[in-house]
Structure formats: structure tokens, C-alpha cells
């Protein structure tokens, strides 16, 4: 039996991933008191015909103390027979879920007299973070448009097969910030850059201009190297240790040149070597501006 357990922040896009793995073949449950669900999973494991995939959402709606007990939950359930564990936990900056709450103008669920919808927000990411902390795979939805988040959902979990790791390389730009789901960050910024010639601003790198014009540098090759023996030297490591997801963030100015073009050097290499190795631009939405 393959069990998701999915959390996160109100606002972060949980209902729209149960969506996707429902739609997927998942049997959904949404809030489900976290105490309940050792009990749940031996129940259904022992019956006749048991389920092949359950989705499970956890949310800040349980009780604190049993939010408290998450990785006692977790450790109790992976020492279950038959029984494949993933959990996955979405989150999005501040500033875009109070404007999320603000376009929708629905209530917080820890909204009350005594604290409004931005403290609501904070002791929620205080409340969830023994969950945070225990996630196998983090999605930031921060840049990520409804369509957007359904592919990811899909791709990244729906797609898995049990015993396979996922892989992905994400390139992003230090002036957007730091993605919050990257497992690895690595900063291309001391790399030649295509910005500051004319005639290759206005490509990204996945253009062949720009192509040739950082293949051609020793000082990019080099880094491209040294960023894929380290990430080839821990995998295996990664895998012994039960993970299922692994995600390195690529960073340079913009997100536009430097970092695509390592992200799509390093996804080739790692595509020869294993089967779910995925890609996410994030930046590539945006004007450039490296």
C-alpha cells in the first residue's frame, strides 16, 4: 500500500493536490486527526482487498498536541509491513497567501477575536512545522499557478512509481529569493554572464546563443562538474536512507541565463543515469533581468 501524507499552510494549494492524486487513483481523506491515523492505515491493511494508493491530509485544524506527536506517528507507521510512506508539505511565502485570503476574502481557520489573518498565518507555520519538518518532498507554490501545481503534483508524485527516487534540478534567481522546497542550493553567480552581452540578453539558456556562449567557458564546465559529482557521491546515500524526492536549486542573478543552462546540463547527465529526473524554471515566467 502506498500512503501520501499531505500538509501544509491554508492557502498553499493542499485542497488542489488531493484533487490531483484523487483524480490519479488515490483514495482521499481531507483532515483527518492525526492520533487516528496509525489505527486507519493497520485497519485498512488488514482487510481483504486492501487499497493500493491513500492520500491523507493533515492540516492545522488537529489539535496541537497531536501535531506535536507527528514523527512519533510517522515512526509507528514506517515499522508497518507493506506500507510505502511519502509525505509531502506545500507553502508559499507570507505575503502571497495573505494575498490569497484577501482575493477570496474567506476566514482563516485559526482566525479568531483575539488574533488576525497574519497572525493566523504565523502560528500556523509554528503549529505545522513537526510535519514540515518530517516532509519528503516540499513544494513552494509560491510562482505556481493552479495548472501549474496540478502538473507538479502529478509529475512529481502521482508520476513515482514506490521504489524509484525522484529527482529535480530547479533554477531560480537570488533576487526572487530562495526557493523554499530545495533540498541543495547551489549559487552559479560567479559564472560568465550572458546578461552583459548585448545580443544574447533577450535569450534565456536554453537558447542555443547562449548555449555556445557558456559551453564554451572552462569556469562553467568546471562548475557543472564538480555540482554533479557531488549530487552522483550523496544519492546513494539518499536512497538507503528511504528518500523518495530530492530537489537542487540552481541559483543565479535573474534565473534566466546562468541557471537554466546548468539545470539542463546537470537533468541530461542524471537522465542517463536514472528514470524520474525532472526540470522546473522558475524564473523563465518572468522578464528577463540577470
Known amino acids: 500500500m502506498r500512503l501520501v501524507v499531505l500538509s501544509g499552510r491554508s492557502g498553499s494549494g493542499?485542497?488542489?493536490a488531493l484533487q490531483v492524486l484523487e483524480d490519479v487513483g488515490f483514495y482521499c481523506i481531507d483532515n483527518l486527526p492525526a492520533l487516528l491515523l496509525p489505527d486507519l492505515i493497520r485497519l485498512m491493511l488488514k482487510d481483504d482487498r486492501p487499497l493500493d494508493k491513500i492520500a491523507v491530509s493533515?492540516?492545522?485544524r488537529n489539535q496541537p498536541s497531536n501535531l506535536q506527536q507527528f514523527p512519533e506517528i510517522m515512526h509507528q507507521l514506517r515499522q508497518l509491513d507493506d506500507l510505502s510512506i511519502e509525505t509531502l508539505f506545500l507553502d508559499a511565502g507570507e505575503a502571497t497567501l495573505l494575498r490569497r485570503y484577501n482575493a477570496t476574502r474567506r476566514r482563516h481557520p485559526l482566525s479568531?477575536?483575539?488574533?488576525g489573518l497574519q497572525d493566523s498565518i504565523r502560528t500556523e507555520h509554528q503549529l505545522l512545522e513537526p510535519i514540515a519538518n518530517q516532509a519528503d518532498l516540499r513544494i513552494d507554490t509560491t510562482r505556481l499557478s493552479l495548472y501549474e501545481l496540478r502538473d507538479e503534483v502529478k509529475l512529481r508524485v502521482a508520476g513515482r512509481t514506490?521504489?524509484?527516487?525522484?529527482l529535480q534540478f530547479e533554477s531560480f534567481?537570488?533576487?526572487h529569493g530562495v526557493p523554499l522546497d530545495v533540498?541543495?542550493?547551489f549559487?552559479?553567480?560567479s559564472l560568465p554572464n550572458p546578461y552583459w552581452v548585448p545580443e544574447l540578453r533577450q535569450y534565456t539558456g536554453r537558447d542555443q546563443a547562449v548555449i555556445d556562449f557558456l559551453s564554451g567557458s572552462e569556469d562553467v564546465t568546471e562548475m557543472v562538474q564538480d555540482i554533479q559529482a557531488f549530487v552522483e557521491k550523496w544519492l546513494p546515500r539518499f536512497r538507503a536512507n528511504n528518500r523518495?524526492?530530492?530537489t537542487v536549486g540552481i541559483g543565479c542573478t535573474g534565473g534566466q541565463h546562468r541557471s537554466v543552462y546548468v539545470t539542463e546540463q546537470l537533468a541530461g547527465h542524471f537522465r542517463t543515469l536514472m528514470d524520474n529526473v525532472q526540470v522546473l524554471h522558475r524564473e523563465l515566467r518572468q522578464p528577463a533581468s540577470d
Open 14 to 16: 493542499k485542497s488542489t
Open 58 to 60: 493533515i492540516d492545522a
Open 112 to 115: 479568531d477575536n483575539s488574533q
Open 162 to 166: 514506490e521504489q524509484t527516487l525522484s
Open 173 to 175: 534567481g537570488f533576487k
Open 183 to 185: 533540498d541543495f542550493t
Open 187 to 189: 549559487d552559479v553567480r
Open 244 to 246: 523518495s524526492y530530492i
